[in-house]
């Protein structure tokens, strides 16, 4: 089991070893003909910069490794075997190799996610932004942040902005909204006002009708039929 650990420690390590090497000789090759117009000492601090991540994500692997190291040793075989004492009566070498199985899939299984988790985490990505914070942090000279001990403080420190954005959010759409109900108000009003028009108009020209009825009434009624047809 400890040389699986030990093997599968090594593998890690010198697949970093390769990559980091391979950059370098990348670098290298790119910057042949540059390197001689430039100033002496100038491209020791992207070198630097590499070998600090470098170094982050192999101590990221060590640490992942002693943690694999503690989770193995509490799947000892004597724990393996309590848990199934019957078969371990029964077959002592057919258990231990059962658990040594068991062992080897499951580092390997945890090594894989410890893989994927680099992979899909973009740690490399991230620890370039940790150096970014570092070197931000060494030139502000204001004090960092550190808890003051009482929570609600700190949460309302910390929840405080979060709402003010939000509050100021919230009243942007507040007034798009408004000035969206003022314009279909004004719509509403203009269409009301046309309409009281249109019923203006029509009562007038029905007024009209009436009048001129009236009136034709009155002149058929004032005329005698003698008087305009003779017989």
């Known amino acids: 089991m400890e040389e ?3 093997s599968t420690r090594k593998e890690t ?3 970093l070893c ?3 090497s391979a950059a370098n000789r990348m670098n290298e090759a790119t ?3 540059s390197s001689q117009m430039t100033i002496p000492g100038s491209g020791r601090k992207p070198l630097e910069e590499k070998e600090a991540r470098f170094k982050r994500l192999k101590l990221f692997d060590k640490v992942m490794q002693k943690s694999l190291e503690k989770f193995i040793d509490h799947a ?4 393996f075997a309590s848990m199934f ?3 371990y009566k029964k077959n002592p070498q057919k258990m231990e190799s059962i658990h040594k199985q068991f062992i ?3 580092q390997k299984a945890i090594q894989e996610d410890i893989s994927r988790l680099i992979e899909e985490g973009r740690l490399e990505f991230k620890f370039n932004e940790l150096d970014q914070l570092e070197n ?3 030139n502000n000279a204001d004090p960092a942040w550190r808890p003051s001990g009482v929570p609600e403080q700190d949460l309302c420190s910390f929840l405080m902005p979060y709402y003010q954005k939000q509050e100021n959010y919230m009243r942007q759409e507040l007034k798009k909204i408004q000035a969206e109900n003022a314009a279909l108000s004004q719509k509403a009003q203009a269409g009301r006002e046309s309409l009281a028009q249109t019923e203006y108009r029509i009562s007038t020209t029905v007024d009209e009708w009436k009048a001129s009825v009236t009136e034709f009434e009155r002149l058929a009624s004032s005329l005698h039929p003698n008087d305009v047809f003779d017989v």
């Open 76 to 79: 000892s075989f004597n724990r």
């Open 31 to 33: 910057g042949e003909v």
């Open 18 to 20: 390769v990559d980091a």
């Open 13 to 15: 390590v010198d697949q």
């Open 104 to 106: 080897e899939e499951l």
């Open 85 to 87: 004492r019957p078969l």
């Open 136 to 138: 931000a942090a060494k």
């Open 4 to 6: 699986i650990e030990g």
